[in-house]
């Protein structure tokens, strides 16, 4: 080959390197709209258009979110095809900012957080009186969970037909718990009223009623309802979360039932949130102070406190030592 000078035309350019800069300018969706999360299912979500059960639409999460998870209750901006026509697919494009938020671990040695439903008002823990047998201890981590996360906790009751309501609900008389009853005998008058106009969420072990409850709530609900095994536990018939509406307004979210309930993210000092009558006691608490008292907690401020005052330290000492228990039942 001849020498030969070179010139421009040798240079070898890449072809597609730097003949588009790349532009970090994302659109602003000022045509999108909001709508509440009710289903998740496998990478799809179903949205209610301004909180209408009437219109709800099918959306995916748009590329622009990445990984940012996306639970029933949460309220989202959606563009694209918003018609609800089967086949058709919207983009949710924005997840507000929650104001509640209620959350677990698996147990209590696992610090990843599971959102279980974003921005409920108040959390129905559903517990049967008698098969199963009734159990504390769901009942103060879930109330624990409530109070961390802002929503206000009922305690509903069902069963009724089985044990009395009295011994069970005796034990939480010092928290200022709405306790309600509804067992299949009994009218819904009390409940109903409660839930009016709120987003509830339930929550409850396997087998306690709590579908037969929606099913009552919501009579289109259709939520399938099981039997109780021979060992004392139910069987699963809630496999997703869902948000149903109520014909006085509101919702009620239907969720799996749970044999577990880690408290991993949880500190003391999240629990006495809760105790609004104790947060100036436990301001000359000690830092680090567990509030538990002797001898975890020799000098915590809370054991100067007597009267009326004493019986809620004992509440929030019960549920505190609940934080500190086992998270499976």
């Known amino acids: 080959?001849?020498?030969?000078?070179?010139?421009?035309?040798?240079?070898?350019?890449?072809?597609?390197?730097?003949?588009?800069?790349?532009?970090?300018?994302?659109?602003?969706?000022?045509?999108?709209?909001?709508?509440?999360?009710?289903?998740?299912?496998?990478?799809?979500?179903?949205?209610?258009?301004?909180?209408?059960?009437?219109?709800?639409?099918?959306?995916?999460?748009?590329?622009?979110?990445?990984?940012?998870?996306?639970?029933?209750?949460?309220?989202?901006?959606?563009?694209?095809?918003?018609?609800?026509?089967?086949?058709?697919?919207?983009?949710?494009?924005?997840?507000?900012?929650?104001?509640?938020?209620?959350?677990?671990?698996?147990?209590?040695?696992?610090?990843?957080?599971?959102?279980?439903?974003?921005?409920?008002?108040?959390?129905?823990?559903?517990?049967?009186?008698?098969?199963?047998?009734?159990?504390t201890g769901l009942v103060e981590r879930a109330l624990i969970a409530a109070y961390a996360g802002g929503l206000q906790p009922i305690l509903c009751l069902t069963k009724t037909d089985l044990a009395p309501p009295e011994p069970f609900a005796a034990q939480f008389a010092d928290l200022d718990l709405t306790i309600c009853t509804a067992g299949r005998e009994d009218a819904l008058d009390v409940v109903s009223p409660l839930l009016a106009d709120k987003v509830t969420v339930l929550l409850g072990h396997s087998g306690v009623g709590k579908s037969t409850l929606v099913n009552r709530l919501v009579p289109k609900a259709d939520r399938a309802t099981g039997e109780v095994t021979d060992i004392g536990r139910g069987r699963h018939t809630s496999t997703q979360s869902v948000a149903l509406p109520l014909s006085l307004g509101g919702w009620v979210v239907d969720t799996p039932g749970i044999r577990s309930f880690g408290l991993a993210h949880?500190?003391?000092?999240?629990?006495?949130?809760?105790?609004?009558?104790?947060?100036?006691?436990?301001m000359d608490c000690p830092r680090g102070c567990g509030h538990m008292g002797p001898p975890a907690d020799p000098e915590c401020a809370l054991d100067a406190l007597s009267g009326a005052a004493a019986g809620r330290v004992a509440a929030a000492r019960r549920l505190l030592a609940a934080l500190h228990e086992t998270a499976a039942y």
């Open 266 to 282: 949880i500190e003391p000092d999240d629990v006495m949130l809760a105790f609004s009558d104790l947060s100036d006691a436990i």
């Open 1 to 135: 080959m001849s020498p030969r000078e070179y010139d421009e035309s040798d240079v070898r350019v890449r072809p597609g390197r730097g003949s588009r800069p790349r532009t970090k300018t994302r659109p602003d969706h000022a045509d999108a709209q909001a709508a509440m999360v009710v289903t998740v299912d496998r990478g799809r979500w179903g949205c209610a258009l301004g909180r209408d059960p009437d219109r709800v639409v099918t959306a995916m999460r748009a590329r622009e979110l990445g990984r940012t998870p996306i639970v029933v209750g949460d309220d989202v901006d959606i563009v694209g095809d918003v018609s609800g026509k089967p086949d058709t697919l919207a983009r949710i494009v924005r997840r507000s900012k929650r104001r509640t938020v209620l959350r677990r671990t698996a147990d209590d040695t696992d610090p990843a957080e599971r959102v279980i439903v974003a921005n409920a008002d108040q959390l129905l823990m559903v517990v049967a009186l008698a098969d199963p047998p009734p159990r």
